[in-house]
């Protein structure tokens, strides 16, 4: 018992509300004791802060025409990467294409040691749109080369790109997805001389045998989604409370039952008999509408006695035995003619169950429906 507030906490614990300090960002709220005597010590916190603007690098893109299984050139796109020492194309564009493939085995190793196998690879020609330029090309074929390119849609208004020059991929600020990688053996036999720049933060046009691409950094911009984030930190510092919390139970949705499942449920329920040696026995459902199953008994009995015949005499012998022994056990009773008119008609077949007629006979019980 607390002597300052006789309330039910050690005086270590006790909080002196007039001795607090008030911050203009934190709020502290004494609840009163619940109706055990039960005090706690709340925190709440409220935050806001504004996004941060942040640059976004900007990968060189190219449309370039590849040439199809019937000779018509297609406009692709393709991503230009002086770091990769292969050429790769996506599955989706041979798809499209409808390029001959060529088994080869290839692992590839990616940033982090991070490896990747390709299996098959194709060679087609390749042509500028801008230019006299050609070149014909071996990729390996890969699912995805990377994600969409760029990742946002950019904002163009103050690139200030000039109208005198024809750029390799007009949509370059557009999201978009990637059909082809050129590698390093390819892109320096295709830059040209031309080359502009602007101070601070912008990208830098390079003239390439493809048109001029983009590539670098982005001014700095801030999005509506990335304006101001807010969020509320709660916290209950109570002694009783975080004694408490190694005994409590998660609470369990319950998910309710299909009809199916119900119906499983009340059969195994309805159908359920207790043996005399303890064991359980369940009747097996049945076809809720029997008539769709028709009349089975002429092809079975057919198929029963195509079967007999094919037996051998002992073999024979065994089986007349094995189903008397078994209508002796009353577990299977004669039925009239009648009542079987619209059911399936099961038959049964025998076999032995092992290399002699010593052995046991297995017999399976077979349905034609």
């Given amino acids: 018992m607390c002597r300052q507030c006789n309330k039910r906490h050690n005086i270590l614990l006790h909080i002196d509300r007039q001795n607090q300090p008030i911050n203009d960002k934190a709020s502290v709220n004494n609840d009163p004791a619940d109706a055990r005597g039960r005090s706690t010590a709340e925190v709440n916190t409220y935050f806001s802060f ?77 042509r500028s749109r801008h230019t006299d330029w050609h070149t014909t090309l071996n990729c390996a074929i890969l699912s995805h080369i990377t994600g969409t390119t760029p990742s946002n849609k950019l904002d163009i ?21 990637i059909d082809l990688l050129i590698g390093v053996d390819l892109i320096y036999d295709m830059l040209r001389s031309g080359r502009r720049t602007r101070p601070s933060n912008y990208p830098v046009l390079q003239e390439t045998v493809l048109g001029w691409t983009l590539s670098g950094r982005t001014p700095a911009i801030t999005t509506q989604h990335d304006a101001q984030h807010k969020f509320l930190l709660r916290e209950d510092n109570s002694l009783e ?44 459902p049945t076809e809720m509408v029997p008539k769709q199953l028709g009349s089975s008994r002429l092809s079975s009995e057919r198929r029963r006695q195509a079967i007999e015949r094919r037996m051998e005499q002992e073999l024979k012998d065994q089986y007349h ?49």
Avoid: W
């Fill in 50 to 126: 504004k996004g941060k603007s942040r640059n976004k690098i900007l990968l060189a893109t190219a449309i370039v025409e590849v040439q199809n299984k019937s000779v018509q050139y297609i406009p692709c796109r393709a991503m230009l990467d002086s770091a990769s020492q292969s050429h790769y194309i996506t599955e989706r564009c041979v798809l499209r294409l409808r390029l001959s493939r060529t088994q080869t085995y290839a692992s590839i190793q990616g940033v982090s040691s991070f490896n990747t196998q390709t299996y098959h690879s194709v060679e087609f020609h390749l």
């Fill in 241 to 284: 409370h975080i004694l408490n919390r190694p005994r409590e139970v998660e609470s369990v949705e319950t998910c309710a039952m299909r009809t199916e499942q119900h119906d499983c449920k009340q059969h195994v329920i309805t159908h359920t008999t207790q043996q005399d040696d303890g064991g359980s026995v369940v009747r097996l």
């Fill in 321 to 369: 035995y094995l189903m008397r022994e078994s209508k002796g056990l009353d577990n299977r009773a004669p039925v009239n003619s009648q009542e079987v008119t619209n059911h399936a008609t099961l038959y049964q077949l025998s076999s032995l169950q092992g290399n002699n007629f010593q052995d046991n006979i297995r017999i399976t019980m077979e349905s034609n429906k």
């Fill in 157 to 177: 208004s103050t690139l200030k790109i000039p109208h005198d020059i024809k750029l390799a991929d007009e949509l370059f600020d557009q999201t978009g997805s």
